[in-house]
C-alpha cells in the first residue's frame, strides 16, 4: 500500500468517526446502561437524599436529564455522594460520568483539572452567615471574627482574599468537610460562616432551627457559576451534558415542560417542533434518539420547573430566580439556538 | 510528576500557627506552617503523655487499692476506646457545652475559657473581651486543645503499661540481692530498678512517642490544620495529588526516622548504664 493510499484509507475513516461515533464515556454509559453521577453528600435545594430514599435537587436533575435523553429514562442514575476534596479525583478516576456537585466552573479547575464544564445552571455568589445577637449590618464589620469555612473550596480562597483586599483582619477556621463547618457555626464555635448565599439561605432555613435569628450579610464578594462537569477526552459526552442543560433552558424560554408536553408535542409552532424532533432530528448529531428532549421534559421537567421545584417557590429554600432568570426577563440564562 | 506548584501562591490561610500565612503565601510555605503546627500539638503531647503514663504506671503498682483500680481503670478505658472517637469526643465537649466568646468563663479577667478555646496572657499583653471573639493574648484553640489531649490521654495509657511492664519485668531476686547489701530504697529505684526498667522500657516507648508523631495527623479530624490537613486543602486546589501525598509520605518518614534515631542514641546509653 502506497503511502499516498495509506494517507486516502485514514482521512476516510477520519471523516465517517465525525459523525455520530461515540466517546469513551458515552459507550460505557449505553453498555453500563446507567449513568454515574457525583452529588454532594446533602446540599439543600441542589442535591440531597429525601426520605423516600430518592435524591433531589438541581445538580441531580441535570445528571436524571442526561439519562433521560441518552437511556430514555431519567432514574438510571448511580448517584455517589462526595466530598468536595473527592470529586475532582473521582472524575479524574472515572468513578464518575458526571460530576454535578455545586461546583464551581474557574480556569485552573477546567484547564489544570483535565475537565470540561458542560455549562452553567447556577449562577451564585459567596456571601456570609450570622446570627443576629451581632448586630452586624455589613462585612467591613467583622474585625477579630471567626469565621467558619471549609477547605478545599473556592469559597475559603475567596474569604482570604475577601477578608485580605478589605484589610479586615477576621479568622478563618477551616474544616475538611460542609457538615462539619456548619455545625461549628451553629453550634457557636465561630461567630460566622461563609459560602455560597444558596447554601446559607438553604442552611438557615434547614439547620439552624430559628432561621429568623439569621441573617446573611449583604456583600457578596465572588461570582461563583455552579455547573455539571465531565472528564477531558470525550468530546461526544462532553457535547450531550452540554445541550441537555441547554435543551431545559431552550424548552423553558419556548414555554414547554413537563406540564405540557403532551399538548406541545401537537403544536405547530416550528421551534417547538423542532425542539421535541418533530421536524428536524436533533438527536443524530449528538448521537442520541430522536425524542431526547421529549424524555428529558416528560420525566424531568425545562430549567423553571426544576429551578422552582427545587430552590425557588415550590421549596423551603423560596430563592429568587435572580441571575438564574431567563435572559428574556433579566436573567443570564441564555441557550444557544438548538436548530 | 511536578513539584513547581509549590513555589505558587497557595491562596488559602490557615486559622492558626507560628508561620505568618498571608494570601499569597506560596504551597511551600503553606506546608511548612502544617508541618510546624504538627509538631507544635505533638512535642507538648509527647512530654504530657509520658508524665502522666508515668504516674498511671507507677499507679498500676500501688499498694493503695483504690489508686491501684483508678490506674488499672484508666488504662483499660483510654487504650480500648479509638482515638478518633476520643478526639471528636474531646472536640465535640468544648463546643457544645462552653460557652460562645462573649460570654466567656473568665478567671481573674486575665485568662478565658470558651468555645473560640483558651486565652491566656502572652508576654507583651492581656486578652480581652472583643466584640466577637477574645482579642489578644495567647489562644490555644479549641481544634489545638482538643488533639492535644486526645493524645495525652490515649499515649499516657500505652506509656503506663510500658511502666508497669518495665518495672514487673525487674526479678524480685535482683532487689532482695540490693536490700541484702544494704541499699535503702531510694539507693534501690535508683541504682538497680531504674537503670534495668529502663532497658525495658525504651524501645517500646520509642514507638509509641512514633505513634503519637503519627497520631498526630488525626487532627484533620477536627479542623486542626496539621501537616495532613493543610495538604489535603493543597491537594485541592493545586489539583497535585500524587505530588502532595508524596510529600507528606516523606515529612512523616523522615519525622519518623529522627524520633526514632533520637530513642536509639537514648537506648545505647540506657544500655550502656550511662544514664
Known amino acids: 500500500m502506497s503511502l499516498r493510499m495509506a494517507l486516502a484509507v485514514l482521512a476516510c475513516s477520519l471523516a465517517f468517526t465525525g459523525v455520530a461515533q461515540a466517546g469513551p464515556v458515552l459507550d460505557a454509559v449505553k453498555k453500563r446502561d446507567a449513568v454515574r453521577c457525583g452529588v454532594s453528600s446533602g446540599v439543600a435545594g441542589f442535591s440531597a437524599l429525601g426520605s423516600d430514599g430518592q435524591w433531589r435537587g438541581l445538580d441531580v436533575a441535570v445528571c436524571r436529564a442526561v439519562a433521560a435523553a441518552v437511556l430514555g429514562d431519567a432514574q438510571k442514575v448511580e448517584f455517589t455522594p462526595l466530598s468536595s476534596q473527592q470529586r475532582f479525583a473521582a472524575l479524574q478516576a472515572g468513578q464518575i460520568d458526571i460530576l454535578s456537585r455545586n461546583t464551581t466552573w474557574t480556569l485552573s479547575r477546567d484547564a489544570g483539572l483535565n475537565v470540561h464544564f458542560a455549562a452553567i445552571t447556577y449562577y451564585d455568589g459567596q456571601g456570609i452567615l450570622m446570627h443576629k445577637r451581632f448586630g452586624v449590618k455589613s462585612g467591613k464589620e467583622l474585625k477579630g471574627a471567626e469565621i467558619c469555612v471549609q477547605s478545599g473550596t473556592t469559597n475559603e480562597k475567596n474569604l482570604t482574599t475577601y477578608l485580605g483586599t478589605q484589610g479586615i483582619k477576621a479568622k478563618a477556621i477551616v474544616y475538611d468537610n460542609f457538615e462539619a463547618a456548619y455545625k461549628a457555626f451553629f453550634s457557636g464555635r465561630c461567630q460566622a460562616f461563609s459560602t455560597d448565599v444558596s447554601a446559607l439561605i438553604g442552611l438557615k432555613s434547614s439547620q439552624s432551627g430559628k432561621p429568623d435569628d439569621y441573617v446573611v450579610l449583604p456583600e457578596i464578594f465572588s461570582k461563583e457559576p455552579l455547573g455539571p462537569a465531565v472528564l477531558r477526552g470525550d468530546d461526544e459526552f462532553f457535547a450531550v451534558v452540554k445541550w441537555v442543560v441547554f435543551a431545559m433552558i431552550e424548552a423553558e424560554e419556548l414555554g414547554v415542560g413537563q406540564g405540557n408536553i403532551n399538548k406541545a408535542l401537537q403544536s405547530n409552532n416550528p421551534a417547538v417542533q423542532r425542539l421535541l424532533g418533530g421536524a428536524e432530528n436533533l438527536g443524530k448529531p449528538l448521537g442520541l434518539p430522536r425524542n431526547w428532549v421529549e424524555n428529558v421534559l416528560k420525566q424531568v421537567g425545562n430549567y423553571g420547573e426544576v429551578f422552582e421545584a427545587n430552590l425557588g417557590k415550590q421549596s423551603p429554600l423560596k430563592l429568587e430566580r435572580g441571575l438564574n432568570a431567563l435572559w428574556t426577563e433579566g436573567g443570564l440564562m441564555y441557550a444557544p439556538p438548538l436548530r | 510528576m511536578n513539584f513547581e506548584f509549590i513555589t505558587d501562591p497557595a491562596g488559602f490561610g490557615l486559622s492558626e500557627g507560628w508561620l505568618h500565612i498571608a494570601f499569597d503565601s506560596p504551597y511551600w510555605q503553606i506546608l511548612l506552617a502544617g508541618l510546624l503546627n504538627t509538631l507544635k500539638v505533638a512535642l507538648p503531647a509527647l512530654l504530657f503523655a509520658t508524665l502522666l503514663g508515668l504516674f498511671i504506671g507507677l499507679g498500676q503498682l500501688a499498694t493503695h487499692p483504690l489508686l491501684k483500680a483508678l490506674c488499672k481503670g484508666y488504662v483499660n478505658l483510654f487504650r480500648n476506646v479509638p482515638l478518633l472517637l476520643q478526639l471528636l469526643a474531646i472536640y465535640f465537649a468544648i463546643t457544645q457545652f462552653l460557652p460562645i466568646a462573649s460570654q466567656a468563663l473568665s478567671f481573674g479577667d486575665t485568662v478565658f475559657l470558651s468555645k473560640s478555646g483558651l486565652a491566656v496572657p502572652s ?58 547489701l544494704g541499699l535503702n530504697n531510694r539507693q534501690l529505684n535508683r541504682h538497680v530498678v531504674l537503670p534495668l526498667a529502663l532497658r525495658v522500657m525504651v524501645p517500646s516507648l520509642s514507638n509509641q512517642y512514633l505513634n503519637l508523631l503519627k497520631n498526630a495527623s488525626l487532627g484533620v479530624a477536627v479542623g486542626y490544620p496539621e501537616l495532613v490537613s493543610v495538604a489535603n486543602t493543597a491537594i485541592n486546589q493545586s489539583g497535585k495529588a500524587v505530588e502532595c501525598v508524596l510529600i507528606i509520605l516523606f515529612t512523616y518518614a523522615l519525622l519518623s526516622a529522627v524520633a526514632a534515631g533520637l530513642m536509639n542514641m537514648l537506648n545505647t546509653r540506657v544500655n550502656r548504664g550511662a544514664l
Open chain 2, 123 to 180: 508576654f507583651s499583653e492581656i486578652p480581652t473581651r472583643g466584640r466577637f471573639a477574645i482579642e489578644g493574648g495567647w489562644v490555644l484553640s479549641p481544634e489545638y486543645l482538643a488533639v492535644l489531649l486526645a493524645l495525652v490521654v490515649y499515649t499516657a495509657a500505652f506509656v503506663a503499661e510500658v511502666v508497669r511492664a518495665g518495672i514487673q519485668a525487674v526479678k524480685p531476686g535482683m532487689r532482695q540481692g540490693a536490700l541484702a
